[in-house]
Every structure is written in structure tokens, then in C-alpha cells.
T-cell receptor, first 114, second 110 residues
Framework: SAVISQKPSRDICQRGTSLTIQCQVD?????MFWYRQQPGQSLTLIAT?????????ESGFVIDKFPISRPNLTFSTLTVSNMSPEDSSIYLC???????????FGQGTRLTVV | AQSVTQLGSHVSVSEGALVLLRCNYS??????LFWYVQYPNQGLQLLLK??????LVKGINGFEAEFKKSETSFHLTKPSAHMSDAAEYFC????????FGAGTRLTVKP
């Protein structure tokens, strides 16, 4: 299994500012994903972080709002830009080694926008 | 795209009773199915996975799930609930990213 470290674990931010969340994996992984979990809700995929190329975003999510970087096979960042209270959620990093395998998750970043 | 549907957003059982959490999948090809558990303020932990090797899958903490193609179901069960089982449970399908059901909150009464 992969061990995933997410930073920060939680933050309270002012509206209009941006927050960058880091995801570090203890081994090289082929697939990395970012999810959002709104209060009391399930997980919604934001994007697939592709190593060496642009991230692939799901419907309803755009690069200007959620820019993602993936400089290598063990690290990725998600930025939540120009935040509003509606962005208050848990953001989770996830990794997989292949299409048929299970996903492993970080502990999440609990974001509150005031 | 493949998807899963969880029936029942909240299930409440007594300690020692059978736990049954329902999940149905929508797929025209054999899916890869998973159950995850999320404890408060934590990330997701894998309970078990189905990858077509066996229809009855045993997982951690005494949970198991049975893949039934005829019913397009992958229900999660545990013979005897424990207080520590109280959590949110998610069924998921690999597509190849994980697609999650809405979740079922399990409450265990003493």
C-alpha cells in the first residue's frame, strides 16, 4: 500500500485568497487524483493529475479555479483559487497503481472559507 | 461511465446485530468494485475489493461482500455489529478513477 501525506491538514482562509494543498506519496505511482468532499456528502472527482502534462478535469471543475501540478511520480499540488465560502470542503488526494487496483487516500485537508 | 448506487443513506443497528449495507452497480462489463470506510475526520480506508477472482470477498474488521451479477449488487455485510463499526461507508467502482456512491452512515446502538 502507499502512504500519502497531505498538507495542510486543515486551514481557515479568507474569501478571495488561494490555498495550495500538497500531496506527497512514499512511492512512485502512475495515477493521482484530487477529490472534493462537501459537508455530509460523498466524494466528487475534481481531476486526474497527469505527470508531465496538464491535469484532466471533470465536468464542473476548471483549471483556473483548481490549478494542479504534478512535477514527478510522487508529488502533486492542488490550488483552490479565489476562494468563497462554497469552497469549504475536505479535499483528498488519492493514488492508484493501475485501473484494476484500489485507491489509497490521504487524510484530507479540511478547508473552511470565511 | 460506470456508477454505483447505495440504497439507504442511514442504517442503524443494535450492537451484535447483522449489518447489511446495499450497493448496486451499473456496468455492462465486469466492474472492479470496492467498499471503503471513513471514520470521523479521517480519510478513506479500504475494506475490501472485488476483482472477479471470487464472488464472495472477505475484508478487514469482519466485513464481507458478495458480488451478484444477476442482481448487479455488491452488498456489504457483517454478522455482528460492534460499536467501533459506526462510520460512513462508501461503495465505489473503478473506471479507472474511483467513482463513489452517496455513502451510508452506520449507527450502532448499545
Amino acid at each position: 500500500s502507499a502512504v500519502i501525506s497531505q498538507k495542510p491538514s486543515r486551514d481557515i482562509c479568507q474569501r478571495g485568497t488561494s490555498l495550495t494543498i500538497q500531496c506527497q506519496v512514499d512511492s512512485q505511482v502512475t495515477m493521482m487524483f484530487w477529490y472534493r468532499q462537501q459537508p455530509g456528502q460523498s466524494l466528487t472527482l475534481i481531476a486526474t493529475a497527469n505527470q508531465g502534462s496538464e491535469a484532466t478535469y471533470e465536468s464542473g471543475f476548471v483549471i483556473d479555479k483548481f490549478p494542479i501540478s504534478r512535477p514527478n511520480l510522487t508529488f502533486s499540488t492542488l490550488t483552490v483559487s479565489n476562494m468563497s465560502p462554497e469552497d469549504s470542503s475536505i479535499y483528498l488526494c488519492s493514488v492508484k497503481q493501475g485501473a484494476r487496483t484500489e485507491a489509497f487516500f490521504g487524510q484530507g485537508t479540511r478547508l473552511t472559507v470565511v | 461511465a460506470q456508477s454505483v448506487t447505495q440504497l439507504g443513506s442511514h442504517v442503524s443497528v443494535s450492537e451484535g446485530a447483522l449489518v447489511l449495507l446495499r450497493c448496486n452497480y451499473s456496468s455492462s462489463v465486469p466492474p472492479y468494485l470496492f467498499w471503503y470506510v471513513q471514520y470521523p475526520n479521517q480519510g478513506l480506508q479500504l475494506l475490501l475489493k472485488y476483482t472477479s477472482a471470487a464472488t464472495l470477498v472477505k475484508g478487514i474488521n469482519g466485513f464481507e461482500a458478495e458480488f451478484k451479477k444477476s442482481e448487479t449488487s455488491f452488498h456489504l455485510t457483517k454478522p455482528s455489529a460492534h460499536m467501533s463499526d459506526a462510520a460512513e461507508y462508501f461503495c465505489a467502482v473503478s473506471d479507472p478513477d474511483m467513482r463513489f456512491g452517496a455513502g451510508t452512515r452506520l449507527t450502532v446502538k448499545p
